[in-house]
């Protein structure tokens, strides 16, 4: 193996200039080399850790090293010319428009980081891309965090970047709303084991399942080669080639967008939203890390280095970081309504976190200003057979087994009657049109004129278009509506005041007229917040953990936070404003969940168990998804983009329960690396023959687990569903694991595991509370 002990710049040919021809510079890291031409494109990249080097770079398809984009031209500019200054690290590349770009790029012992420190004149840009960068890997691919990875082992190598500042985001720059559509796309990840049919070619897109209402239903395809796309910072092309590709915006001007994260669905149709400036965010300081390392050790070498050096999120659980397979563990998810035993089953099972989830959407509401159960705790939602307790009360007794509860919310959904939506909505929240009334109105009028019909008819948000959320704001009422007239003069149709409570008053000619921006109904109905309004609603969460004993949230209808147009921005700000408030009041790292799983929230989230059930993992069958391809889809989605992946909601231990049922689950979990969160309900349970045999079962693997002692080639056997595995726990530090036959009889030795020196024994600090 090749290395190095500190990173070099080497400057391969320095061509004369008086003969019109530019530099070209080679840069490497300890296991990456780049080569940039003479006219500012990436037309080398090797693994310089063998030998000969392995090139990734396509010979057909050379990469810009930062591309321009102007959205009103929807026109992208590539560099043609390029020089580097060795000593101040800085690339100046010029484009066909005239602008100039000036780039630090500083190599460190692990990645490259790039950084835009100015580009002038602008000439109209209004976004720029860092690539996209070409590869010639046809294997795995992250959309999310744009990495690119061949796992086999005769390759064994992967190139990815991270966004090193809030506003560089991964994908495109074209992409609409900063949010990329939600969707399926051809690749096969082995052309030997998953070929193609004729009918299919790689790099193809369709559209997802179902009535485009059902989350579930959106997962259509169980074929391995239909993979579903939460994001665009990785693309293939026609040959299955991976490319991966980072954006940054100016964000200081008002635009408009035609906005829908499911775009190519009838129900989900685009609106067109107006899109606030957000003055002081703009590209210039745009940072990415770029890099590229074996894929076996990526993550835990790479990407976590760039992490702490950079000073990117790094939320941790029992001291291990999030992201490090370690520290995967599952949570307990309540149900039934009775607590008595709750935090035993979960301190038994070395679980860390209970999700009470049958006490339904805790809704943001600044108007309790964060005590949930009241200013005196007099609320008391937790049933206890010696007790009803309020959250925080609750907290407090699982704190003392090093376990925290949280609850589910509705994200940044503002729901009807709570302050800032009604009965007196506030003024800060996000509209999708501003008009003016062309005749004043009286409290009763149903006769609404407006100065300009366009887009006016479009139905409520993108998302299900869910006609009792169509509505304006005037002044301080809610008006409903649904329709505008064809001809002049244009009054709204169908008009109901006093909307959500709200109270009907007079309003002047030209008065102005806002056509909300909200989120969908079945319960998550609300109205969606301004970036001012949402960083308050981030902190008021900080302010519920710190004041109820709250260390765990499950975000659903977490796309909400891409209905403001600002994408994976908004996402991005809004973790950052919440972990932000709760580190300045003392909370530690919030464990969290959601609806979805995006560039935005990749560094702050801990774990993605959406849905549950036999849509994800069915344990009978021993399938991904047996009655959808969710499970498949989903596994697919964090494998790829290094994150853990989740078996939703699952695998409630009842009367016929079995132990042998969770020595599979938690074999399948510790070999692919997942997490659940398993369902208690109290009586079901205790209803369970095998309930103590069960609890025993899993504590041994999550003990196992979190020492660290799988290695990679143990967890390959365990991720294949065929085999049948039995861990026993020798001491604080060893174990034994078996092979077992079908229906339990029959165990192998098969290998002695032992803990990893790295991951000592966590003695497990009870959490203090504060107020």
């Not at 046809?138 to 744009?146: Q, V, W």
């Not at 064809?486 to 102005?512: E, M």
């Not at 599979?664 to 023959?689: F, M, R, W």
């Not at 967890?715 to 077992?740: C, H, I, M, T």
């Amino acid at each position: 193996m090749r290395s190095f002990l500190k990173p070099q710049l080497l400057l391969c040919a320095a061509l004369a200039y008086g003969l019109g021809v530019f530099a070209q510079f080679d840069f490497h890291t300890d296991y990456f080399k780049i080569h940039i031409d003479a006219k500012g494109w990436i037309t080398s990249m090797k693994n310089i850790t063998v030998q000969p080097n392995r090139e990734f770079s396509p010979v057909d398809q050379p990469s810009p090293f930062l591309s321009l984009y102007d959205s009103k031209k929807m026109v992208y500019y590539q560099p043609v010319k390029a020089s580097y200054n060795k000593g101040n690290k800085t690339l100046l590349l010029s484009y066909t428009n005239g602008s100039v770009a000036a780039i630090t790029l500083a190599p460190q012992k692990k990645y490259f980081k790039l950084t835009l420190q100015s580009l002038s004149p602008r000439n109209g840009i209004d976004a720029v891309q860092w690539g996209a960068y070409h590869t010639n890997i046809t294997n795995l691919f992250g959309e999310i965090i744009g990495v690119s990875r061949d796992t086999s082992a005769a390759v064994n190598y992967a190139i990815g970047m991270l966004a090193l500042n809030d506003n560089t985001l991964g994908g495109t720059a074209e992409t609409i709303g900063d949010a990329a559509p939600f969707q399926y796309i051809i690749h096969t990840p082995d052309v030997n084991r998953f070929p193609l049919p004729g009918h299919l070619h790689e790099g193809q897109v369709f559209t997802l399942g179902g009535n485009g209402v059902s989350d579930v239903a959106f997962y259509a395809h169980k074929e391995p080669y239909y993979r579903i796309m939460y994001g665009n910072a990785a693309m293939v092309d026609d040959k299955g080639r991976i490319s991966i590709a980072y954006q940054s915006r100016d964000r200081t001007f008002a635009r408009q967008v035609y906005f829908s994260l499911i775009p190519n669905m009838a129900v989900n149709t685009p609106n067109h939203l107006n899109v606030q400036p957000l003055p002081g965010v703009d590209y210039i300081g745009s940072s990415i890390a770029l890099w590229g390392s074996a894929d076996s050790t990526a993550l835990m070498d790479v990407v976590r280095t760039i992490v702490r050096s950079e000073g990117l999120p790094y939320p941790t659980i029992n001291g291990k970081w999030v992201k490090d397979p370690a520290a995967y563990v599952p949570d307990a998810i309540t149900s039934g309504g009775l607590y008595d035993s709750i935090i035993s089953y979960t301190n038994r099972l070395g679980f860390k976190a209970i999700s009470l989830y049958d006490q339904g959407f805790l809704r943001p509401n600044r108007g309790n200003e964060g005590y949930i159960d009241g200013k005196n705790f007099e609320r008391k939602p937790v049933k206890l057979t010696a007790g009803n307790r309020s959250h925080r009360e609750f907290a407090e007794m699982a704190a003392k087994y090093g376990i925290t509860i949280g609850r589910t919310t509705i994200t940044n959904s503002l729901a009807p009657g709570t302050k800032d939506a009604s009965p007196i909505p506030g003024d800060s929240l996000c509209y999708q049109q501003k008009r003016l009334l062309a005749k004043s109105i009286n409290s009763t009028d149903t006769v609404i004129i407006v100065d300009d019909p366009e887009y006016l008819e479009e139905i409520a948000s993108w998302e299900g278009h869910c006609a009792n959320l169509n509505m304006i704001k005037i002044g301080k009422e809610l008006i409903h509506y649904l329709g505008v007239s064809a001809k002049a003069p244009y009054r709204l149709l169908n008009v109901k005041r006093g909307y959500w409570g709200t109270q009907p008053t007079n309003h002047q000619f030209n008065d102005t007229i806002y056509k909300l921006q909200v989120t969908i109904n079945y319960g998550y109905d609300g109205l969606i917040p301004n970036m001012q309004l949402q960083d308050k609603i981030a902190e008021y969460y900080a302010d519920v953990c710190f004041i109820n004993g709250l260390r765990y949230y499950d975000f659903d209808g977490q796309e909400f936070l891409f209905n403001n147009g600002h994408g994976y921005y908004s996402a991005k700000r809004f973790f950052r404003k919440m972990f932000e408030r709760a580190a300045a009041l003392g909370v530690p790292s919030i464990r969290f969940t959601g609806a979805t799983l995006s560039e935005g929230s990749w560094h702050y989230q801990s774990i993605w168990n959406v849905g549950g059930g036999k849509n994800l993992y069915d344990v009978d069958t021993r399938e991904w998804g047996s009655t959808t391809s969710q499970g498949k889809d989903l596994r697919d989605v964090t494998y790829g983009n290094f994150f853990p992946v989740g078996m939703g909601g699952n695998f409630p231990i009842k009367a016929n329960s079995t132990v042998e049922q969770y020595e599979h689950i938690q074999a399948i979990s510790v070999g692919i690396g997942t997490t659940y969160s398993l369902y208690l309900n109290q009586k079901d349970v205790e209803s369970c023959p095998q309930k103590d045999a069960i609890f025993k079962t899993i504590r041994t693997w999550e003990n196992a687990r979190a020492a660290n002692a799988f290695p990679g080639w143990v967890k390959k056997e365990l991720a294949d569903p065929s085999q049948n595995f039995r861990l026993e726990e020798v001491d604080a530090g060893n174990w034994n694991l078996y092979k077992v036959n079908a229906g339990g009889a029959g165990k192998r030795f098969f290998v002695a595991l032992k803990r990893d020196k790295a991951y000592p024994l966590s003695t497990g600090r009870a959490t203090v509370y504060r107020n």
